[in-house]
T-cell receptor
């Protein structure tokens, strides 16, 4: 069982640079979520995919953030013109939802996260 | 707007004692509630998922209860061990797409 994987695990960048993170979900899972977690807080929802369709985006996801899930497999999260406030752990999760968009009754499986530090 | 609160923020107990972790939420219209464990610098591991129609779930030394009407869930960990030291997070699923809303977590230290 490969679980959810995320790369890179750590990223240090300078303010103003662009960064891209990758998430590989559990292979049969059709739902994929991105969350952001800052120190001492619980994860906050960023965006959600059902297969390749991005169905919801949080207000936290400014226009500097973009996420894709081509072909409904892996997903990427890109942050353009990074700011120090973007420093956080970025978590990806996947689950198996039923077809037709009916709510999932499966738990979400989380990856190890990508820790971003913007200097 | 749904708010999820976990009290206390931190807890230290000697090995062998039972742990009681609390989670409260403001809107009872939830689909399910999940408890997760997070080790320092790591991702989240799912412990228990309680459907909105259920009152409790059990897995080994873990038992979680859910009272939707009062907006509360409690995670019990029996006979705590040093390996139980971690941050425990509760999350409610409040929409049909599975989006989770988390509390800030309770940091647990079990001393030998």
């Amino acid at each position: 069982d490969t679980g959810v994987s995320q790369n890179p695990r750590h990223k240090i960048t300078k303010r103003g640079q662009n960064v891209t993170f990758r998430c590989d979900p559990i292979s049969e899972h059709n739902r994929l979520y991105w969350y952001r977690q800052t120190l001492g807080q619980g994860p906050e929802f960023l965006t959600y995919f059902q297969n390749e369709a991005q169905l919801e985006k949080s207000r936290l996801l400014s226009d500097r953030f973009s996420a894709e899930r081509p072909k409904g497999s892996f997903s990427t999260l890109e942050i353009q013109r990074t700011e120090q406030g973007d420093s956080a752990m970025y978590l990806c999760a996947s689950s198996l939802g039923t077809s037709g968009g009916i709510r999932s009754q499966e738990t979400q499986y989380f990856g190890p996260g990508t820790r971003l530090l913007v200097l | 707007k749904q708010e999820v609160t976990q009290i206390p923020a931190a807890l230290s107990v000697p090995e062998g004692e039972n742990l009681v972790l609390n989670c409260s939420f403001t809107d009872s219209a939830i689909y399910n509630l999940q408890w997760f464990r997070q080790d320092p610098g790591k991702g989240l591991t799912s412990l228990l998922l309680i459907q909105s129609s259920q009152r409790e779930q059990t897995s080994g030394r873990l038992n979680a209860s859910l009272d939707k009407s009062s907006g509360r869930s409690t995670l019990y960990i029996a006979a705590s061990q040093p390996g139980d030291s971690a941050t425990y997070l509760c999350a409610v699923e409040a929409d049909s797409w599975g989006k989770l809303q988390f509390g800030a977590g309770t940091q647990v230290v079990v001393t030998p």
